[in-house]
């Protein structure tokens, strides 16, 4: 297996070679190809970790998986292994999961009141208490989608939870629900019910110098609670805490309201949703994955794009996700606006589409270059931002925004019980998070999935050209990603950002192996 990656890199690289001779001293195609060689292995690199994971602890040595033998005992064991073997491992692996995943212990975050707090394009100083209203609003107003128990088995296997592996599903969905929220609800929405939680738990600090936050807290305006107490998540039937809630008076935020449950409904654990788990998991059968199976930033987002080109929303909603770090404009324009596939006098043609734009990346080899933390806080710092799905090493989290040097995210991984959705007033409070959660940028996993948003053709326009700067202030020589003109097609590249297709290549240069063997999600691999 090693040996064949190493192979096929090595061609890859040499046809980036091939292409710089055929495209001469073209700017825009010479910076496509090396941005292909830049942006590592990581579906290759993913599928080969996923191969030594999937493969029993006895069959792998120190060079790796060793395949099976029929001359092994234990492989013909496996292979005759009933299917009520498979069953019985199954659930105890999910009872094993949902009793690790199903509390947490609670703790509170400090904030620091000296430098601003950035959520998706919009930024709160934490001085006043008026402020930290905000801010909290702000936060519980978005869709938070953890690991739920106890949903409808999932078609071919005996699942009935994803704990323990649908974690990047989760946080994908957190992506997609934020677009959707920009495409249906007001911009500034916050949640009505946001402010009446009772278990909001942040602190609020001067730092005594801008480098180290510390110094003493001013008053919370969070929960009483002890910051030790174990946090239990609501069963289905379990009163919500917000019961003596005001609900929206007039017609507009009724209907606003109304629109939030929809939307939320989408999303649940049942098999008919659109963007449920079920959902999601048979799509990715078309990617060979199958539920249990691990998911990675960037097989998600061809899910999420399928998902929605199912669903009745594609009328007037696409998802373009981004081939080898490239945005191609008029791929985007042709997905976007039916009249350039159609006769413009047709009385059938849809206006402009609005798009949600994926992009897969690697931010460094094994660990994030710190060269693009700026560039990251001036991408979450755009209001076309919808955030950031990658996470940690084999712990998907969703990121929404920064402060000074740490990021926040909203976690998946807390196992609750399945929401009934289709009933007419189920609770929406177990999706939207109480407690803001923050991590140092150098913890960050460099494989990650970028989203963003466009209403219209002038929103697109004024999205390539914010985001553009955003990605020049990083220090590396060439960008994370870009924004070219034209289509993929021109370059050589065949078009599947927006139809059924694998994840985009990935290109590895041949070289020599890595040194560090502390990580095995890059062992035998090396990076530009």
Known sequence: ????????????????????????????????????????????????????????????????????????????????EPDEMDKLKAKLVSAWNNVKYGWTVKTKTSFNKVSPVTILGHSYLLSSEDEVERFRGAFVSRIWL?????????????????????????????????????????????????????????????????????????????????????????????????????????????????????????????????????????????????????????????????????????????????????VYKEDVVRLCDPSQSQNPGDPSCQPWKSVIILVPVRLGGEALNPSYIECVKNILKLDCCIGIIGGKPKHSLYFIGFQDEQLLYLDPHLCQSVVDVTQVHFSPESFHCSSPKKMPFNRMDPSCTIGFYAKSKKEFESLCSAVSMALSSSKEKYPIFTFVEGQSLDYGLEDHSSSPSRPPTHILPPGKLSRSNNRQNSDEFVFL
């Not at 091939?18 to 292995?41: C, K, W």
């Not at 305006?221 to 998540?233: A, H």
């Open 146 to 326: 953890t690991y739920r128990r106890e949903f409808p088995q999932l078609e071919g296997s005996t699942w009935t939870t994803d704990c323990g592996w649908g974690c990047m599903l989760r946080s994908g969905q957190m992506l997609l629900a934020q677009g959707l929220m920009v495409h249906l609800l007001p911009r500034d929405w916050v949640w009505p019910d946001a402010h009446q939680l009772t278990d909001v738990d942040f602190e609020v600090f001067r730092p005594r110098s801008p480098v180290r936050a510390g110094g003493f807290p001013i008053p919370s305006f969070g929960s009483p609670r002890g910051s030790g107490t174990p946090e239990k998540p609501q069963t289905s039937g379990q009163a919500p805490k917000c019961s003596q809630k005001s609900r929206p008076e007039s017609a507009v935020e009724q209907q606003v309201e109304a629109t939030h449950y929809k939307l939320l409904s989408w999303f649940g654990d049942q098999p008919p949703t659109p963007f449920g788990v079920h959902q999601l998991v048979e799509i990715g059968k078309g990617s060979g994955k199958k539920a249990g199976d691990w998911y990675g930033p960037s097989v998600v987002a061809h899910i999420l794009r399928k998902a929605v080109a199912k669903a009745s929303l594609s009328q007037n909603l696409a998802v373009y996700v981004a081939q080898d770090c490239t």
């Open 1 to 80: 297996m090693r040996r064949s990656c190493l192979q096929h890199c090595g061609v890859l690289y040499n046809r980036h070679y091939d292409a710089e001779r055929l495209y001469g001293t073209n700017p825009a195609a010479s910076l496509i190809t090396l941005n292909a060689v830049q942006y590592v292995g990581t579906v290759m690199q993913d599928e080969w970790v996923e191969s030594r994971r999937q493969q029993p602890l006895e069959r792998q040595g120190s060079l790796g998986p060793r395949p099976p033998s029929l001359s092994d005992p234990g492989s013909r064991e496996a292979a005759e």
